[in-house]
């Protein structure tokens, strides 16, 4: 048998080295949900919303030359970091001009690197002209700029996420440090990486204090080093079987099977202090060794499985619900509970089979006065004060009813985050900013084929933004709308009060000053803002980390607003995006909890 688990033991020792953590979102909403259905064919349509890395940092001293030109360099070297799809910054920021063809076409603002103090002066002139980059590249008082950094979603999906994020973040630290600058680094691809690199530190973190708290109570009970070192090593095999049995599924480590670890010391220590308790009464009572082990099995065994039995199966409701974290949680516990049974029940007779019989110091916890003392008090409380103790349960149930349904189902994108930590606070610098670095989308679809090249719908989408700029929770939009106000801007020599949607005659001779797509000129400038049938826009927002109570209200008043605008009957205005659908979530999430409870 001692064959038999130290096997077993290492088989799932060999599997748990194969366990990774999580580092990207956990899907809770299920996929027949129709908000989630609409996101997923966003996301084949348009791609990943949520793969920008956002950086911001004081604009004072930005274009002194030895400042722009540090920027310059970093923007570049973090293009060439493997994983990167592109970076918007003030150096590698594009506007439209005119080519000899009288064509619109996409050319970078710096077009060479400045070489002297007064070259830079006049070409950031015509940069704060462009009113596109206007809360985008630099905040509306110009005083903090932002570099956003595209990321391979096949890469952040890849354990090589860890090394692209690790080398992008070296990057602008160095930046920082270079230019006398702080930097503050967000983006959901950020705030994804810091929350498993969290989930790492506390797993470990908790699992040893849980390992340590009970290594302390042991010695105190028991007072014997024998006893701890048995203890903690069939703790031990609990803790490698529940990290065998995730990798075995294919499952990854979370916010939530992170607590598993600590827990399985929990029940793990329950049992074997059960069980070797009841050995050395035993022991004492008879004095022989075989008959003691043979009672533990006899009188330990099924109480024991079902209190272990009983625990499993309520964590193993989880399995039932709909939300996939919360299965593997139950699957994952159920099983490793029950295992850890059958391993203690079996292992610990065997193991002391092969040793010496207690000494009378290792039974002498059995006469703990202490304990003696309280046990007889709790049973003096049952049999003659009954009326008392049923006044303080009924007290207690009442109370915690009513804190019960005083519980909200709240949640933020960064509830796992502490406070004070830097990664919350350049949040909140960038919210301060530039509104926020959560993506947000807005789709709106016309029932008529090629609409959204029509001047009518993109007339409504602009009210749409102009009324949405009233909230605090949104940035500035990125948009169809956004791209034609900034070519009219254009071909009006860069004047900042043409940054509008022409007039319908006007729209017409503009529409014509874009290229034939020809070699994907025009999709390049309109890729993943509107659809291939051009029916659909999408206004692509990065917002506030509100929460979920928050973000009800704020889809509320946006659909209302919505439809005074866009007519139901001729337009369809869905809200998607990674945000609204990870706070959604947490709907479904309180509902599973719900129903397993």
């Not at 060794?289 to 309520?314: D, E, Q, W, Y």
Request: glycine content about 6%.
């Amino acid at each position: 048998f001692v064959a038999l688990i130290l096997l077993f033991t290492g088989v799932m020792g060999y599997f748990a080295t194969k366990v990774e953590l999580e580092y990207s979102m956990r899907k809770l909403v299920p996929d027949s949900d129709p908000d989630m259905l609409a996101y997923q064919k966003f996301k084949k349509k348009f791609g990943d919303d949520g793969n920008k890395l956002v950086c911001a940092f004081d604009a004072k001293d930005l274009f002194q030359l030895s400042n722009f030109t540090e920027l310059a360099h970093t923007a570049k070297k973090i293009q060439k970091v493997d994983g990167v799809l592109d970076v918007l910054s003030i150096p590698t920021a594009q506007s439209f001009k005119l080519d000899s063809s009288d064509y619109l076409r996409m050319n970078p603002v710096f077009s060479k690197l400045p070489k002297t103090q007064l070259e830079l002066d006049s070409v950031a002139d015509e940069l704060k002209k462009i009113k596109f980059y206007n809360g985008i590249l630099l905040d509306q008082e110009q005083r903090a700029s932002m570099l956003v950094v595209f990321l391979d979603p096949a890469v952040m999906d890849s354990p090589k996420k860890i090394e692209l994020i690790t080398n992008v973040n070296k990057e602008l630290e160095r930046f920082g440090e270079r230019t006398n600058r702080e930097v503050h680094i967000s983006g959901l691809p950020y705030v994804r990486y810091r929350n498993g690199t969290t989930v790492k530190n506390e797993i470990l973190l908790f699992t040893a204090l849980a390992f340590l708290v009970t290594a302390l109570l042991i010695l105190l009970l028991f007072r014997s080093i024998n006893t701890l070192l048995i203890t903690l090593l069939f703790i031990s095999i609990g803790v490698i079987t529940m990290l065998g049995i995730t990798g075995m599924l294919g499952y990854r480590l979370n916010v939530l099977s992170g607590i598993l670890p600590p827990l399985l010391v929990v029940v793990g220590v329950q049992n074997t202090i059960y069980i070797i308790n009841q050995y050395h009464e035993q022991y004492r009572k008879h004095r022989n060794k075989a008959i003691a082990l043979m009672r533990i099995i006899s009188h330990v065994g099924v109480a024991n499985f079902l209190i272990n039995f009983t625990t499993s199966v309520g964590f193993g409701t989880f399995y039932f619900t709909q939300t996939s974290i919360l299965e593997e949680f139950g699957l994952v516990a159920f099983l490793t509970i029950n295992l850890l049974f059958f391993i203690n029940i079996i292992g610990l007779p065997v193991l002391y089979s092969f040793l010496k019989p207690p000494s009378l110091k290792q039974t002498k916890h059995l006469d703990n006065r202490r304990i003696s003392g309280l046990l007889n008090r709790v049973e003096q409380i049952v049999s003659n004060r009954r009326r008392r103790v049923f006044y303080w349960f009924a007290l207690f149930t009442i109370l915690g009813l009513v804190f019960l349904i005083r519980l909200k189902p709240l949640a933020f994108m960064v509830d796992d985050i502490p406070h004070n930590s830097k990664t919350y606070t350049d949040l909140e610098y960038i919210q301060e900013h530039f509104h926020g670095a959560m993506p947000y989308e807005i789709l709106v679809t016309s029932y008529e084929e090629g609409a959204a090249t029509g001047v009518g719908m993109l007339a409504k989408g602009r009210r749409l933004q102009r009324a949405l700029s009233e909230n605090e929770e949104l940035s500035k939009p990125m948009s169809l709308i956004e791209v034609i106000s900034a070519a009219n801007q254009a071909v009006h020599e860069n004047d900042p009060r043409h940054y509008r949607i022409p007039s319908a005659l006007a729209f017409g001779d503009l529409v014509m000053k874009f290229p034939p797509n020809e070699k994907g000129h025009s999709q390049g400038m309109l890729k993943g803002l509107v659809d291939s049938t051009y029916s659909q826009i999408r206004i692509s927002y990065q917002m506030k980390d509100v929460g979920s109570e928050e973000m009800a209200r704020l889809n509320a008043g946006i659909q209302q607003t919505a439809r005074d605008i866009f007519p139901p009957e001729e337009y369809n205005v869905k809200i998607t995006g990674t945000t609204p659908i990870f706070l959604k979530g947490n709907d479904f999430l309180y509902d599973s909890l719900l129903k397993a409870t």
